[in-house]
């Protein structure tokens, strides 16, 4: 069940639109990925959760994830609550994964970056093992990933690193266009929505671009840590 990373989301779409890239690159690498919805999206303008979860499945088969969850807390109305911390840290001590990504810490949708704290929070909580948990009745083993990552969504945070996803950007792309009812389609009747305009599928592109730019590659990602971060070495980095 381990996993080597963890990507959490408030809705399904999230983490392909934040972090497709990165998590597509990872899996090229031979780690394993498993995804996990907050919400199933139901208050989203366009499409159903029903079209949400069958649009999650096609963009996790595109991006090769190993398993996706999803926890059907209420979409609009997250909160920093008990429940929804122990829902969480149920999954954690589930995939034990060393690498959390999650939502952006601060956003246009107001879900995002309370899933951002909530998603800290139970990370914290789940390495306490006086918190106990049991899964088919056994018992759940304390654990604290030791990373966590958030990705970037609508408003322009500044990353404090970006990772490179130049091969990967078109695999990016068509895992965000496996949401059909969300994104931009000029036969769709439904109402227009911000994500479903033009513009911001072309913002997915343009802005992964000017991260390029900025760090000279093609393509890149940005994110923020909420832990200090150190190289090991310095082979990684893009000269
Ligand atoms: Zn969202």
């Not at 990925?33 to 029903?50: A, C, I, S």
């Not at 879900?111 to 088919?136: N, P």
């Not at 000029?186 to 913002?203: A, G, Q």
């Amino acid at each position: 069940m381990k996993v080597d990373i963890l990507a959490i989301g408030a809705h399904p779409d999230d983490v392909e639109l934040g972090c497709g890239g990165t998590l597509a690159k990872l899996i090229s690498e031979g780690k394993t990925v498993t995804v996990v919805d907050l919400t199933q999206g139901e208050l989203g303008t366009r499409g159903t959760n029903l079209t949400r979860a069958e649009e999650a499945a096609n963009a996790s088969k595109i991006l090769g994830f190993s398993d996706r969850v999803n926890l059907k807390m209420k979409d609009g109305f997250l909160q920093n609550s008990e429940e929804y911390q122990m829902q969480i840290v149920r999954v954690i001590r589930k995939y034990q994964p060393e690498i959390v990504f999650a939502n952006s810490i601060d956003d246009r949708h107001p879900d995002h970056a309370k899933a951002s704290k909530l998603i800290s929070d139970a990370c914290f909580l789940s390495g306490l093992v006086k918190i106990e948990t049991t899964l088919d009745n056994e018992n759940q083993k304390a654990w604290r990933p030791k990373q966590i990552f958030n990705y970037i969504q609508w408003k322009n945070v500044t990353p404090h690193f970006v990772v490179d996803v130049s091969d990967f950007m078109s695999k990016k792309i068509e895992a965000c266009l496996a949401y059909k009812t969300q994104f931009y389609d000029p036969t769709s009747k439904e109402p227009m929505t911000p994500i479903s305009s033009k513009d911001f599928l072309e913002s997915l592109t343009y802005r992964a671009q000017d991260l390029g730019r900025l760090s000279g590659v093609d393509f890149a990602e940005g994110f923020t840590s909420e832990k200090l971060l150190a190289f090991k070495n310095f082979d990684g980095i893009v000269l």
